[in-house]
Every structure is written in structure tokens, then in C-alpha cells.
T-cell receptor
Framework: RKEVEQDPGPFNVPEGATVAFNCTYS??????FFWYRQDCRKEPKLLMS???SGNEDGRFTAQLNRASQYISLLIRDSKLSDSATYLC??????????FGQGTRLTINP | NAGVTQTPKFRVLKTGQSMTLLCAQD?????MYWYRQDPGMGLRLIHY???????AKGEVPDGYNVSRLKKQNFLLGLESAAPSQTSVYFC????????????????FGPGTRLTVL
């Protein structure tokens, strides 16, 4: 079983729609959680950290459920520029990040 | 501020050839990392370094060696390339985690696309 699992997609949604991604992790000792964004043929970049209380950054909302070992990302009012691959990332300490395989999102005009 | 840079951007090798990938960062970061990214596999950590002169193995270290002789540089070597090492290689760097935290944002380079024939 992979340590971090995501639905690879692809997700194709119309501009303006709300889209949600889910991610599960297997190591209950995981300490920190993140979403990274990766554009086609580019490097990953940090989108946002994920906290147990939930956090929001503009149109993006991230949630963490430690009991279920589940992380989510919600994108509201999606834009064409949101098209990318979204990587669920878990830290198990000592600067080691474990990446999910990514969920590919395409926003259609 | 160039951030994290990688050299070369592309390379094609024949099986058995050797090469070195260079990563440089100008952010004075202590920690540096080498990852590989393959379709359907996500990024996997090859080796990492928590400071000048130190290196450690990651998840998939076999067939690779690294060196961190200067704080700003992290080299990844392939002594005898194999087709299974065809991949996109990303270097990253970060500060150490702050007190009470084990993480700080990792900044990635643009990647090196390596093909081994």
C-alpha cells in the first residue's frame, strides 16, 4: 500500500465549478501535511499547509482529519489557471516529505 | 536571487555511462534533497543532506551517490547509468524546521530530464 494515496484523475471541470480532491495517508505518526501544485513540465511549488482546524486561502480550503488519516483540498470558483497537478504531501519528521502521485485537474472554458 | 538551479536541463545517456547532476541554491539553506519523479509514482527521495559535508539515504538510493562539499551545492552522481534511471530529477532545498516544527517549505529546482538508452 502506498504511504500517500490520491485519485490520479484526470478531473475535467468547467470554469467556475467547485472541485474537491481527497488524499489518505497510512502512517499515523505523520506530523505535517501540505498541498503542492505542479504545472506541466515544471517543478512542484507549495500551495498551502493543512491544519487540523482547517485553513483557507482565498478560493482554496484545506482540511485534515487525523482520526481518519484523510486530507482534502477544495477549490471554489475554479479558474483556467487552476489547471495543474495537485500533490498531497505528508511529513514524517526530519525534513522527509512523502508525496502522493498527484491528481491532475483541467479547467475547461 | 536565482533560487534553486539545476544543470543540465536535459541529458541522454547510454547504458553504463556516468554523469553528475549539479544543484545550486543561493538562499543559504541548510537542507538539500534529490528526488526522482516517474509517471504514476510521485516524487521519491533519493538522498538528502542536512548540512555541508553530510549526506543520508532516502527512499531509493541504489545506483546513486551524492556529495555536499559546499553548502550551496549538492551533486548527484550516476556511476553506471541504467534504463531504470530514466526519470525527471528534482533538487530541493529548505531551512531546518523551526523549534517545535519539523518542517519548513522545500523550494524545488526546474528539474533535469534524463533518458538512459
Amino acid at each position: 500500500r502506498k504511504e500517500v494515496e490520491q485519485d490520479p484523475g484526470p478531473f475535467n471541470v468547467p470554469e467556475g465549478a467547485t472541485v474537491a480532491f481527497n488524499c489518505t495517508y497510512s502512517n499515523s505518526a505523520s506530523q505535517s501535511f501540505f498541498w503542492y501544485r505542479q504545472d506541466c513540465r515544471k517543478e512542484p511549488k507549495l500551495l498551502m499547509s493543512v491544519y487540523s482546524s482547517g485553513n483557507e486561502d482565498g478560493r482554496f480550503t484545506a482540511q485534515l482529519n487525523r482520526a481518519s488519516q484523510y486530507i482534502s483540498l477544495l477549490i471554489r470558483d475554479s479558474k483556467l489557471s487552476d489547471s495543474a497537478t495537485y500533490l498531497c504531501v505528508v511529513s514524517q519528521g526530519a525534513q522527509k516529505l512523502v508525496f502522493g502521485q498527484g491528481t491532475r485537474l483541467t479547467i475547461n472554458p | 536571487n536565482a533560487g534553486v538551479t539545476q544543470t543540465p536541463k536535459f541529458r541522454v545517456l547510454k547504458t553504463g555511462q556516468s554523469m553528475t547532476l549539479l544543484c545550486a541554491q543561493d538562499m543559504n539553506h541548510e537542507y538539500m534533497y534529490w528526488y526522482r519523479q516517474d509517471p504514476g509514482m510521485g516524487l521519491r527521495l533519493i538522498h538528502y543532506s542536512v548540512g555541508e559535508g553530510t549526506t543520508a539515504k532516502g527512499e531509493v538510493p541504489d545506483g546513486y551517490n551524492v556529495s555536499r562539499l559546499k553548502k550551496q551545492n549538492f551533486l548527484l552522481g550516476l556511476e553506471s547509468a541504467a534504463p531504470s534511471q530514466t526519470s525527471v530529477y528534482f533538487c530541493a532545498s529548505s531551512y531546518p524546521g523551526t523549534s517545535g516544527s519539523t518542517y519548513n517549505e522545500q523550494f524545488f529546482g526546474p528539474g533535469t530530464r534524463l533518458t538512459v538508452l
